[in-house]
């Protein structure tokens, strides 16, 4: 077992909704490249200097963005105080406002993603979301002898718990 079908979004209201997307399969890479040309506004929620890195990469092609990262992020790990907040200011103006000590509260609209709701109440329009760290969704094996947490058990040889299951990459865990 190497992949799973979908991703387990977190578990907000609207987190269903088209315009949704993980950043760990290929299919919702392209399928998030398709309406690029029709978006004006990304949200971002990423703890990870990668969730940066694509903030950066959708202003060099002219969207608006939005980058969401919690308390546990790479940020306020590696720098504090000035250095901190000049960092901010430097990302801030290369285009991407940055939401800090905050998460997606919930994703507004009806069918269609058309605006979050982060933790301090604020509301931004967006027609993209964007969660950068998504778990496997392993309801597929939910009743199986397979023993789980988040990801599948496994041992330094990649056995899972069924003789002849092997589980390697995102879906496993030592």
Not at 8 to 20: D, E, L, N, Q
Not at 33 to 56: K, Y
Not at 120 to 149: A, Y
Request: glycine share 6%; proline share 2%; with cysteine.
């Amino acid at each position: 077992i190497t992949d799973t079908p979908e991703n387990r979004f977190p578990s907000i209201k609207g987190a269903t909704k088209t315009g949704v997307f993980g950043y760990k399969k290929l299919k919702d890479i392209d399928q998030m490249l398709s309406v690029l040309p029709v978006v004006d506004t990304i949200a971002i929620q990423s703890d990870s200097f990668a969730g940066l890195q694509a903030a950066a990469a959708f202003t060099l092609r002219g969207k608006e963005v939005i980058f969401i990262a919690s308390s546990d992020n790479f940020l306020t790990a590696y720098f504090e105080g000035d250095v901190l907040h000049w960092l901010i200011s430097r990302i801030e103006s290369a285009g991407v406002q940055v939401m800090l000590n905050n998460s997606i509260t919930e994703i507004l609209g009806e069918k269609d993603a058309r605006a979050v709701r982060i933790k301090t109440g604020k509301v931004f329009s967006v027609q993209v979301i964007l969660f950068m760290e998504t778990d496997e969704d392993l309801r597929l094996f939910s009743g199986s002898e397979l023993q789980m947490n988040k990801k599948i058990n496994v041992d330094a040889r990649f056995r899972s718990s069924v003789d002849s299951i092997f589980a390697l990459d995102q879906v496993c865990s030592p």
